[in-house]
């Protein structure tokens, strides 16, 4: 349960789409105007971005409401990058976990973040623990259903899958083990942002000067945004998006062939 935002393009303030726009992520903390579940996003938010030359992005998480932050104000006012994601956020549960269960969580290049909840969490997704290695499960940043789906999610990119794969493997995967599940995931590295449709609103938009936004609700009322339609996967470069049906985990038919949207 929360509100993010991907953007790549051009290189942008922070605050241009975060905080400056009417309805942007930064009044989603107490105002949001799509969200199905939850009112208030107040148990923590960050930002990651990445700067010119360094793929490994930068990363600035609190574990209180972005509103009471002053810091966050000044440093979206002057950032500037061509790639970012942030997140504010509802907690499933609540927990002890603090700054470390704030989105986006990141590992090497990657930015990831879940809008969303497992149902019946923790005890639901007991079964997968098994397809991680132990390490890896003693090593979560946090005690959290959003932090396990990063683990999976991470654990398919390692072994080789590409992001929409990962993305979309995983939540086949916790939608079998955890039905009534909603796992709007977000994922970049920079250069391109792959997102899914599970459970809650998406949505995408071309930027009149290029780049493109993916985010869980418009940060204004510009017709321009197109709104993803659930079980989806989107797929989203600076220029082009791609949207593929997923299939639902009970679904044993040979794949569909992709429904294509590009802007």
Known sequence: MCRHLAYV??????????????????????APR????GTVNADGFGVGWYAAGDPVPARYRRAGPVWADLSFADLARVVRSGALLGAVRDATLAGADAEAAAAPFAAGTWL???????????????????????AEVLALEARTDSAFVWALVLARLRAGDDPGRALAGTVAEV?????????????????????TAWGDTLWYLARPGGGTVVASEPYDDDPAWQEVPDRTLLTASRTEVLLTPLKEPSDTLAPASAEESRT
Do not use: I, K
């Open 9 to 30: 393009g051009p290189e942008v303030r922070l605050g241009e789409l975060l905080v400056a726009p009417a309805h942007g992520l930064y009044r989603q903390s107490w």
């Open 34 to 37: 799509r969200q199905r579940y």
């Open 112 to 134: 990831f973040s879940h809008n969303g909840a497992v149902a019946g969490w923790p005890g639901s997704l007991a079964p997968l623990v098994a397809s991680l290695p132990p």
């Open 175 to 195: 939608a079998a083990a955890a039905p009534a599940s909603r796992l709007n995931l977000l994922l970049t590295d920079g250069t391109a942002v792959t997102a």
